[in-house]
């Protein structure tokens, strides 16, 4: 196992000092089509993305890596950017991340709780699916591409009626899925069928935020229940109106609960 390499992107800068939200993607979506919505309506918050690797501005991967790892990066890029500047030292930073980015920051507040002020965990789980079904989507999508994808994908992510109200939405974050590159993706789905944090979840002290979309079938409100009911100082939430990717399908309420979320930690740590 060894650490990717994973680039971020900032969205949205609100000045020197504001909150800083460090946002992550679900697996086969590229970081920016997937927040760009919900950064416009996080007004306060200096917003910065980063991509799995093999996805948007992230290099390929071509070793395995795990959950941890991927934490581990984003762990890195967060101390570096306090060490050059970028984030102000007084400026507290969040995390919100959607799916695998979900299950990333779970691990990032097991193992780097410290850089964080609170955690979101958008339509993920402690534990999503099952080893063996991860193991032969990476089988598949390391023999035939991305491509065999987009279709369950299409149905899995978006709540009913969705394509049909937004799709340039829809589109780009299924281009970005057949974009991907096919063998980092699926070293995702590996590092996916190891992930099980729900022994863990009471070693988890940073404020967790869970959130559901109403309409998920991978992810179900039972899921993000079972996280605010078991790591130290959780929280749920259920969405209406989205299912897998509650920031692009519920930009408005996504951003409302992060604010207020991340806002009641702000306040509390001051």
Not at 60 to 85: C, K
Not at 152 to 162: E, I, K, L, V, Y
Not at 240 to 261: I, M, S
Request: net charge negative; with cysteine.
């Amino acid at each position: 196992m060894s650490i990717p390499v994973i680039k971020a992107s900032r969205l949205s800068d609100a000045g020197p000092g504001a909150p800083v939200l460090i946002a992550g993607p679900s697996l086969g979506t590229a970081s920016i089509p997937l927040w760009s919505r919900a950064a416009a309506a996080l007004d306060t918050f200096t917003v910065i993305t980063w991509d799995l690797p093999g996805h948007g501005v992230s290099p390929a991967a071509h070793e395995p890596f795990s959950v941890a790892d991927l934490a581990a990066g984003v762990a890195g890029l967060v101390t570096a950017a306090r060490s050059a500047g970028d984030i102000a030292a007084d400026a507290p930073v969040f995390y919100a991340g959607v799916s695998l980015g979900g299950a990333v920051g779970l691990q990032l507040g097991l193992d780097h709780g410290a850089l964080f002020d609170g955690i979101a965990v958008l339509c993920s789980g402690a534990k999503i699916g099952e080893a063996e079904g991860w193991e032969q989507r990476a089988e598949t999508v390391r023999a035939q591409g991305t491509p065999t994808q987009v279709v369950g994908s299409g149905q899995r992510w978006f709540a009913p009626g969705f394509m049909d109200r937004e799709p340039g939405a829809a589109a780009a974050l299924l281009h970005s899925l057949q974009d991907a590159d096919r063998f980092s993706y699926a070293l995702c789905c590996e590092a996916l069928a190891a992930f099980d944090l729900r022994r863990r979840l009471p070693d988890i002290t940073v404020p967790i935020l869970a959130v559901a979309g109403a309409d998920d079938v991978v992810t179900p409100p039972s899921f993000a229940q079972l996280i605010a009911d078991r790591v130290t100082n959780g929280t749920a939430a259920v969405v209406d109106g989205a299912a897998h990717l509650v920031p692009v399908e519920q930009p408005q309420r996504t951003a409302e609960l992060l604010k207020n979320f991340f806002g009641a930690q702000y306040l509390e740590g001051k």
